[in-house]
């Protein structure tokens, strides 16, 4: 089992700035794929942004030049750097990864933004 961990979540003003960090414990071998997926309410999850162990990314357009996904491998942690906020990325904004072909979630942490 992989554990997840996220933080960094909160209230900011639209235009503000929130960097979400997770951590993954348990039993970690290969972790291949990391990313951050986020739920509005009354909305699909979707994906906000993916990395690869190798550092490749796959950023959604919605967030495209504004979000930044990281990760660091020695650490088994991945980060979402999110800029230039607004009121349409308020959601619940979970960290997942997948190892041997299967997924883990974390519990999520709630992101708002006030216009």
């Known amino acids: 089992q992989v554990q997840l961990v996220e933080s960094g979540g909160g209230l900011v003003r639209s235009g503000g700035s929130l960097r979400l960090s997770c951590a993954a414990s348990?039993?970690?071998?290969?972790?291949?794929?990391m990313g951050w997926y986020r739920q509005a309410p009354d909305k699909q999850r979707e994906r906000v942004a993916t990395?690869?162990?190798?550092?490749?990314?796959n950023v959604a357009d919605a967030v495209k030049g504004r979000f930044t996904i990281s990760r660091d491998n020695a650490k088994n942690r991945v980060y979402l750097q999110m800029n230039s906020l607004t009121p349409e990325d308020t959601a619940v904004y979970y960290c997942?990864?997948?190892?041997?072909?299967?997924?883990?979630w974390g519990q999520g942490t709630q992101v708002t933004v006030s216009s």
């Open positions: 997942t990864v997948i190892q041997f072909g299967r997924n883990y």
């Open positions: 348990g039993s970690i071998s290969s972790i291949n794929v």
């Open positions: 990395i690869t162990s190798g550092g490749r990314t």
